[in-house]
């Protein structure tokens, strides 16, 4: 089991993958909180800025390191995210709540990758730390 509290106290840039420009979808509010806390960086590949920055196609396209990815894809969606994640060196990959992906788990885990599941990191980050 993934030590979620430690996962956030080592965290400075978070990834967010699949962040929408439609404020009424789960990804904004969430990547907002985030980025009250940790440096965000959008990842899309349907838009060149959001959240008043830009916002990069894959994890690869993002500088600098990515300590934290998290995940709004769908579960048949979430596999080709895992081979950027281990290429950039993301030392955890969260899926969001409902998501769940055995096989992206799996591939995660023998690269070395902590994996969280089914879990919003927003609520978790709450939880733990307000």
Known sequence: MTDIKAVFESTRRV???????????????VAWYLDSVFEVLPVNPRHMQLMDRPCYPTLTDVPGDVDLAVIFQRDDDVLRHVAPAIEKG???????????NALARERLEAAGVLVVEDRCSKVDHIRLFA
Request: hydrophobic share 40%; net charge positive.
């Open 90 to 100: 993301v030392r955890c990959f969260w899926m969001q709540s409902g998501i769940r």
């Open 15 to 29: 990834a967010v993958v699949g962040v929408s420009d439609k404020p009424w979808k789960p990804s904004v509010p």
